[in-house]
């Protein structure tokens, strides 16, 4: 191929040395990305591949449609319960169903919850290690990580006898040859910019982050049941408030619900917010990763204020779509509208009868066709390097009115920004007026991962006005958590169709679901991860990971860190991108740099 460039303005050049990261790791599910370097280490060409298959839509057609909620949970259990929710709207709609306002008070506190816990560990436990080199913490002045933690935080945790015995637990790790959850990284790479004590504080708080996450999910446990996977229910919610008695849903929970919400305040801003600053500010000059965040933002909006309105003056979160940068508009989305979201498969491991056209998901086809293109190397199970010009990917191309785009914490900022949103746009001048940057520096991997830590305190506050939002209905004497009516199928027309948009932590989900004499007739998800994973379409326009990864240089292409970090920056599941293993697990390729 060597030069072209893409109709959304990327130029791609195959023609330089090809490198191979197999599995990307510190993610969930199964990514392999493939990049082109020209001489002087810069990325010049990107080929994001999903490399399995699972298959959830197909297994759910000629199900009662109450139960797809139970069956789409197991999509993830990382962002769990976003599909079980995306699930019970789509039915709802479907079957028009409407849900109490304490349902819509809880799905709200549960899925707040989410973003809270989900963000948290994306930050340390996926993404940290990127930027924080944790054997260099062994370096560290205990003394002076005190100082340095009490110059940027009240956090009590603090004092020099707290970073020695942080120190002298990783020093065990590193002597003792095992380094658990912190083995396979570049440790000593000169890409790692922060001073030892920074590094000592993010261990630290690596640590505190793992044991805070735990907490955070009991709100799940205490609405629905469990986590992962709480329990749902089209109608409303399968739990039942009884303020002052023994069973149920009583004060002595819903007090803990509030005091958990307390202390997730605290914890995202007196740890993760400082420390997210903190380490940005080592970082301001890494100002790769933009591709189409600076160009094509979706998202549908999320957390409806009263239930059963679906209008974006109702949503907390307000979405909408940005075209080519333009932040003066914000474009409607309409999910139902057959031209605006469609799904493309000529390089995706599936195939359509026609696959020079999209399909919109009510009409969506997922029938699997794995086969190799002409220009792959290697054999069906070990492949040395995918052929980017044919099928090569399991993760479907979706796209709004032809546009690839990306979704996220980022592009969900970005569009709150643009749509005049008060408190986000003071969180986000905030942050680039601590930081010293212009609002363009939001257009990057640093970017990405600045707008999910907003974005996870702006959910641990929403918290507090849900519950007491919520509360304050309780106690007028609503306690009503489910409606029943259209429950029952003899109530259903012969056939209906609904969708469930829902803004999962990483960005817009839909379920899309086509009910025919009481039986799920077709069941289509569009997941976060599908449109940022996404592989070329039939016009050429790339995916949000690969434009991302474009103009990149790499200090050493053995060691794939800069890739590592804008992959991270978008928090990957392919787990849910893909729903859909190769049949027998079979292991489709290996980790190579050539
Ligand atoms: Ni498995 Fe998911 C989220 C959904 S993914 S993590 O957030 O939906 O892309
Ligand atoms: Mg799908």
Redesign the pocket.
């Known amino acids: 191929m060597s030069e072209t460039v893409t109709p959304n303005g990327f130029r791609l050049d195959d023609s330089g040395q090809r490198v191979v990261v197999d599995p990307i790791c510190r993610i969930?599910?199964h990514l392999r990305i493939e990049v082109n370097l020209d001489d002087s280490n810069v990325i010049q060409n990107a080929v994001s591949t999903g490399n399995m298959w699972r298959g959830l839509e197909v297994i759910l057609k000629g199900r009662d449609p109450r139960d797809a909620w139970a069956f789409v949970e197991r999509?993830?259990?990382?962002?769990?319960g976003?599909?079980a929710l995306?699930s019970v709207r789509a039915v709802e709609d479907a079957l028009g169903i409407q849900i109490p306002e304490n349902a819509n008070h809880i799905r709200n506190l549960m899925m707040l919850a989410?973003y809270t816990q989900?963000h948290l560990v994306h930050f340390y436990h996926l993404h940290a290690l990127d930027w924080v080199d944790v054997v260099s913490a062994l370096d560290a002045d205990p003394k002076a990580t005190s100082v340095l933690m009490q110059s940027i935080s009240s956090w009590p945790k603090s004092s020099p006898g707290y970073f020695r015995d942080i120190q002298a637990r990783v020093k065990r790790f590193v002597e003792s040859g095992q380094l658990g959850p912190f083995s396979n990284a570049y440790w000593g790479s000169p890409a790692y910019k922060l001073p030892a004590e920074a590094n000592l504080m993010a261990v630290a708080h690596y640590l505190e982050a793992l044991d805070f996450q735990r907490e955070i999910v009991k709100i799940h446990t205490i609405f629905g049941g469990r986590n992962p996977h709480p329990n749902w229910l089209v109608g409303g919610m399968p739990c039942s408030f009884s303020l002052n008695e023994t069973g149920g849903i009583n004060m002595e929970w819903l007090n803990l619900v509030s005091s958990i919400i307390d202390r997730s305040i605290e914890f995202i801003d007196q740890v993760y917010i400082p420390d997210l600053k903190a380490i940005a500010s080592f970082y301001t000059e890494w100002t790769y990763g933009g591709g189409l965040s600076s160009k094509n933002l979706l998202s549908y909006g999320d957390f409806p204020n009263v239930a059963n309105d679906w209008s974006q003056e109702n949503m907390l979160l307000p979405g909408g779509a940005i075209i080519g940068g333009d932040l003066s508009t914000v474009h409607e989305v309409d999910v139902r509208d057959p031209e605006q979201i469609q799904e493309f498969v000529n390089h995706s491991w599936y195939t359509y009868p026609d696959e020079s056209k999209g399909l919109h998901p009510w009409d969506g086809i997922t029938e699997p066709r794995f086969e190799l293109g002409p220009n792959a190397k290697g054999t069906k199970t070990n492949i040395e390097q995918l052929d980017e010009g044919a099928k090569y990917s399991f993760v479907k191309a979706p796209r709004w009115r032809g546009h690839a785009m990306e979704?996220?914490p980022l592009a969900r900022y970005v569009i709150a920004y643009a749509r005049g949103e008060e408190e986000i746009k003071a969180q986000v001048d905030g942050l680039l007026r601590d930081l010293g940057l212009p609002l363009e520096a939001l257009f990057s991997t640093l970017g990405r991962t600045a707008a999910r830590g907003l974005e996870c305190s702006w959910a641990a506050h929403k918290m507090r006005t849900v519950f007491d939002n919520m509360m304050a209905n309780l106690k007028a004497g609503d306690t009503a958590t489910a409606n029943m009516d259209n429950w029952e199928p003899d109530t259903w027309p012969a056939e209906a169709r609904g969708v469930g948009p829902?803004e999962?932590?990483?960005?817009a989900?839909g379920h899309w679901i086509h009910v025919k004499d009481t039986r799920i007739e077709n069941y289509q998800?569009v997941?976060?991860?599908?449109?940022?994973?996404s592989p070329r379409d039939p016009e050429g326009n790339i995916g949000a990971y690969e434009a991302a990864l474009l103009g990149t240089p790499m200090a050493n292409a053995d060691q794939p860190l800069e890739i590592l970090r804008t992959l991270h920056s978008f928090?990957?599941?392919?787990?849910?991108?893909t729903h859909v293993m190769s049949p027998d697990g079979e292991e489709l390729a290996t980790v190579k740099v050539r």
Do not use: F, K, M, Y
């Not at 928090?571 to 991108?577: G, R, T």
């Open positions: 969930e599910g999509i993830c259990g990382v962002c769990t976003v599909h995306s989410q989900d979704v996220g829902v999962a932590p990483r960005g989900l998800a997941v976060p991860t599908t449109w940022n994973a928090d990957p599941c392919l787990a849910c991108s």
